[in-house]
């Protein structure tokens, strides 16, 4: 297959990009600036906001997978929203243009968009068919309702797309766990290391995960899987309670105490990460629905082993996905 790749430079891209490349494909990644060579992968360069040169990769592509999109982990500041909000935006809409005036278009098209569309909840799990949309959940921080925003525009962009020859996935992706540097699993295990990984605010907030292995996976089926489109939520099956996933991280990474955290704690923590207490206070209870349902079985569905697999792997040289 050709793959193209928008934004696929970071993180989740590098991770995709060596799989796909690794399997015999042709991966196209689009970037916006000069990017280091990676073996295999093609870089095109595009701006993310207009047509251009770059269209003619996707006529004729078989897959779109678009994970252009300012990186959430920042301080939640105007600048950084406004960011957020227009790299997602105008990235869907223009690839969305770029598909319907192709010749050839792509038969499936695999737009990033995240779980935290869902509201702040611990009573019950957000699935596809009953979860509840965020936005205006009593008892959280205003401001929070500005991602979920920007969720919904992101997937409205890739809904409201004329592209009747083209199938189209909304990819609600929870955290993913991944050795790769950069990565939230990384940053999480260097706290913990530094005695830092107890709870914070009590620990009742739910983390929703998944593997990299099966991230990986789950795209392959999701390319293949010719009757699923729409949104699907790309998370482990067993979410759990923030407390119990820093204890099983912990025991993982054989530290035997976390310092825990108050809520104000965890504002100067993120302050000084230069991130936003968000993403450590909302509660994201979310489960894959919709992959369950249609046969997908994870390789890593339960923490308690996903953590002892990964601790292991960034100990090793070779971080390979297949």
């Not at 906001?49 to 078989?62: N, P, V």
């Not at 959430?72 to 960011?83: K, P, S």
């Not at 759990?240 to 105490?257: I, S």
């Amino acid at each position: 297959m050709k793959v193209v790749i928008p934004g696929g430079t970071g993180h989740l891209g590098r991770v995709l990009s060596r799989s796909l490349v690794g399997r015999g494909h042709e991966v196209v990644v689009l970037t916006r600036r000069e990017a280091e060579p990676e073996p295999g992968v093609r870089h095109v360069r595009w701006d993310g906001r207009g047509a251009g040169k770059w269209t003619h990769e996707i006529d004729g592509g078989d897959v779109v997978l678009n994970l252009a999109g300012r990186s959430v982990n920042c301080r939640y500041t105007q600048a950084n929203l406004r960011e957020m909000w227009n790299s997602r935006i105008d990235s869907a809409r223009v690839v969305g243009g770029a598909i319907e005036r192709a010749a050839h278009p792509p038969r499936v098209w695999l737009q990033m968009s995240t779980a935290t569309i869902y509201a702040h909840r611990h009573d019950a799990p957000n699935d596809e068919t009953t979860g509840v949309i965020g936005g205006d959940e009593p008892g959280v921080p205003a401001y929070w309702a500005y991602s979920v925003d920007i969720a919904r525009a992101w997937e409205r962009e890739q809904r409201l797309a004329d592209t009747p020859h083209t199938r189209k996935v909304a990819l609600r992706t929870a955290m993913v766990m991944s050795p790769e540097p950069g990565g939230a699993f990384e940053m999480l295990l260097r706290l913990t290391r530094l005695g830092l990984g107890g709870p914070v605010a009590g620990g009742r907030q739910y983390m929703s995960w998944i593997h990299e292995a099966d991230l990986v996976r789950v795209i392959d089926f999701l390319i293949a899987c010719d009757d699923v489109s729409g949104p699907v939520n790309l998370a482990a099956p067993e979410p759990l309670p923030y407390r119990d996933f820093l204890r099983e991280l912990r025991a993982a990474a054989r530290v035997p105490f976390g310092l825990p955290a108050t809520r104000w704690m965890a504002a100067i923590g993120a302050f000084a990460l230069r991130s936003d207490p968000e993403l450590l206070l909302k509660s994201r209870r979310v489960v894959p629905g919709r992959l369950l349902d249609a046969g997908f079985e994870f390789d890593h569905p339960e923490w308690r082993a996903a953590a002892v697999d990964l601790v292991g792997r960034t100990r090793s040289p070779l971080r390979t996905v297949s």
